[in-house]
């Protein structure tokens, strides 16, 4: 079964200090990759996505990610962390079967960041 | 303003009793999606529609039903059958509800509702 693994469930950090969240998959054929963010208390958003092409996405307020396919793996990254990035971020995919638009949301991961 | 809607944000309910949760969408979507979110899970698919008057069960559908027959609005009914109805509920939409080829159309969330069987 497709699945989506997130290794750690909570992350606290302080400001300025560097983000590194996991996320591996399982599914042999091509996807389409995401991390969402979900600020306490606001919609769950999109940071970012990958389709195709270089495999070092940007997204946005300085978040990064990087595809690497023989890992099957879709590291979030930021090189400095800010109290305002206190959230939990969800790695999602989608599988590119020509069928409905499906996501596969990993467990989510909690990040606190203290000042 | 375009952008997704549910109500209430907050429900409770007792046991054994069926409660609905709206979901209104104003972007011209034609695809609609409802997730439950448990703490440690993530999100998961109780049902997608990507037509109106069209829809199939997602990964949870069992205790759940949807109807779909206007295409703004997409509301889920908790039945009694579903035995741990108490979770965080999302819906979300998307321009269309096929992803040919390299295709992806990116899902927009709601809000969400929260709902506690008491």
């Known amino acids: 079964a497709q699945s989506v693994s997130q290794h750690n469930h909570h992350v606290i950090l302080s400001e300025a200090a560097s983000l590194e969240l996991g996320c591996n998959y399982s599914y042999g054929g091509t996807v389409n990759l995401f991390w969402y963010v979900q600020y306490p208390g606001q919609h769950l958003q999109l940071l970012l996505k990958y389709f195709s092409g270089d495999p070092l996405v940007k997204g946005i307020k300085g978040f990064e990610a990087e595809f690497i396919k023989s890992k099957f793996s879709f590291n979030l990254r930021k090189p400095s962390v800010q109290w305002s990035d206190t959230a939990e971020y969800f790695c999602?995919?989608?599988?590119?079967?020509?069928?409905?638009?499906?996501?596969?949301f990993g467990a989510g991961t909690r990040l606190a960041v203290h000042p | 303003d375009g952008g997704i809607t549910q109500s209430p944000k907050y429900l409770f309910r007792k046991e054994g009793q069926n409660v609905t949760l709206s979901c209104e969408q104003n972007l011209n979507h034609d695809a609609m999606y409802w997730y439950r979110q448990d703490p440690g899970q993530g999100l998961r698919l109780i049902y997608y529609?990507?037509?109106?008057?069209?829809?199939q069960k997602g990964d949870i559908a069992e205790g759940y039903s949807v109807s779909r027959e206007k295409k703004e609005s997409f509301p889920l009914t908790v039945t009694s059958a579903q035995k741990n109805p108490t979770a965080f509920y999302l819906c979300a939409s998307s321009i269309g509800g096929t992803s040919g080829g390299r295709g992806y159309n990116e899902q927009f969330f709601g809000p969400g509702t929260r709902l506690t069987v008491l």
């Open positions: 529609s990507q037509i109106v008057n069209d829809f």
């Open positions: 999602a995919v989608s599988p590119v079967s020509g069928g409905y638009n499906k996501l596969i």
